[in-house]
DNA sequence: CGCGAGCTTGACGTTGTTCAACTAGAGTGG
DNA sequence: CCACTCTAGTTGAACAACGTCAAGCTCGCG
């Protein structure tokens, strides 16, 4: 799993786009000197609910699921791409991870001990500021998902998914979803069944296309319409 | 509305307690030199969602509903009380209100220039981390209402809402709720029917007694069964 | 005393879940 | 190469949960 093998360094990663290009020459070479690299595969858990936060997972490539495991039923919070950081609300509170994070597919992150983190946040403000907004904006994303998840019908949520899926994670309106339609059925908040229903009807209204995990999507306009009728 | 007296200074203010302890004197002065106090009757509104956010707003005493207006259904986000801040999701990114603030009763407000509250963080790392454990805090109970709203049927959310006054509201078996029957329902996200019948069913049940809107909880582990229960 | 807003109650319709049967495709062993 | 099995996905029907509609109730206030 772990391996402790360095392909490139911080200062030369393509991905240091969130954060990191705030942190100082002496901070990212420390950045570079601790952090590990590692690859998970597909179904492999990259951090457990519960379990102590010793560091940050930075995403650098793949896709990975973040999960609350509660009684019985999980509730899938995010799916979360490359360029993204996964253990930011355990920073300044209990050192706890709050949710456990799965790998869809072939994933290469990084992990960044929590105390270099946290010295980054208290030394570097805009480093520090640069994680306030990167919080912020899962911040209002969860606010869209509360009111999507509380106040729309089925159509309306599985419009929610699909905008989601093609403008942040694939950025095209045709993709591949890496996941079964019991994942999708989670996301979306409907039995397995009722996914099976809509993805039909979505069909037959020519709004979408789907065959097996592909899905393009054919009139954006009417799907946004769906998405606000709720 | 807006009153430019102070009543006391921030040095004095018995309030002082999420991120503001961690000011250095000079900074507590600067807050304090340049704060407005306001005090909101109930209805009133304390910031606009899609306005420009020129401050945040500290809310010393009183209750607040924090909220999203969309396309007719208004989603309750929060309910705010003494001592909690308002406007953080808009401080390092867009500086619009992310959503709408109206007080349930009478509130005392601090407000402070956003600004001057930014040159903080970037000035007193200590500060900053208290803003993001206070962010976090926020985002996690984010998370349980997503949880909430998506996994459980009418019992398990009421009986969710009920803990959380009880809770970490008003610190107390029994409470007056300052709101109606239709700002119940929305929080739980159930029609007023629903929630009618579903007060009942408690009542019966014998896990609350509810007079008007005075509420009292008689059966704690009852009550938690329901909510775990979904 | 009567009006009206907020609340409750019952009847009914809609939405979505559950259950069960069926289908398609992928892997296995003869 | 073909039968067999297994799993993921689809489909239909019954059922439960919940919202909507309409009527009735309660209580404060003019």
Redesign the pocket.
């Known amino acids: 799993m772990a391996q402790r093998i360095k392909t490139i360094s911080c200062r030369d990663c393509t991905q240091r786009d969130i954060c990191f290009r705030y942190l100082s020459r002496a901070q990212l070479m420390k950045a570079d000197e601790q952090r590990l690299e590692v690859i998970y595969r597909p179904g492999e858990i990259l951090c457990k609910q519960g379990t102590f936060a010793s560091h940050i997972i930075y995403v650098r490539k793949g896709l990975v699921k973040v999960y609350i495991e509660g009684r019985g039923k999980n509730l899938i919070l995010a799916v979360v791409s490359g360029g993204n950081l996964i253990g930011l609300t355990s920073l300044f509170g209990d050192a706890i991870f709050h949710y456990s994070a799965m790998a869809y597919d072939h994933c290469e992150v990084c992990l960044i001990d929590m105390q270099v983190f946290k010295k980054f946040i208290l030394e570097n403000a805009s480093f520090g500021s640069a994680v306030i907004k990167n919080l912020n904006e899962n911040t209002v994303r969860s606010y869209e998902r509360i009111f999507s998840m509380s106040k729309?019908?089925?159509?309306g949520?599985f419009a929610d998914l699909l905008i989601y899926f093609s403008e942040n994670i694939f950025r095209s309106p045709s993709f591949a979803l890496p996941f079964?339609?019991?994942e999708l059925s989670d996301l979306a908040?409907?039995?397995?069944?009722?996914?099976?229903?809509i993805?039909?009807t979505f069909n037959d209204d020519d709004i979408i296309s789907?065959k097996?995990?592909k899905v393009h999507i054919k009139n954006m306009e009417l799907l946004r319409k769906v998405s606000d009728n709720g």
């Open positions: 729309k019908k089925i159509p949520r079964s339609r019991k908040s409907m039995s397995v069944e009722s996914l099976s229903r993805i039909r789907v097996g995990r």
